[in-house]
């Protein structure tokens, strides 16, 4: 489906929001809704939701794992393994 077939104004929202998350169902594509022209909001299937949220969590992860690199903080493997041997 093309960018354009995604957008719809508000109305058609209120009107067709069972059609909507029945169509879900075959085809998951967000749909963007406008209101006076402008877009305002995204409606998305539940499944293509989670999906995002796990993907910017790992990607927040590896943001943070690239500062600390980049900072200095981190220690090797070996060393790492040897505190861990020492707790035990």
């Known amino acids: ?13 209120k009107s ?3 059609d909507i998350v029945k169509e879900f169902a075959t ?3 967000s749909i963007i809704i406008t209101q006076n ?3 305002k909001m995204v409606v ?9 949220q796990e993907t910017m969590a ?3 992860l590896l ?9 200095g903080k981190f220690q090797s493997a070996d060393d790492f393994f040897s505190e861990m ?3 035990a």
């Open 37 to 39: 022209g402008e877009a």
């Open 63 to 71: 943001n943070l794992g690239r500062k600390d690199l980049k900072e």
């Open 1 to 13: 489906m093309s960018l354009a077939e995604q957008i719809k104004p508000i109305s058609y929202l």
């Open 58 to 60: 790992l990607l927040k």
């Open 44 to 52: 998305m299937d539940i499944g293509e939701y989670e999906r995002q």
């Open 85 to 87: 041997d020492a707790e």
């Open 27 to 29: 085809n998951p594509e």
């Open 16 to 18: 067709n929001a069972a």
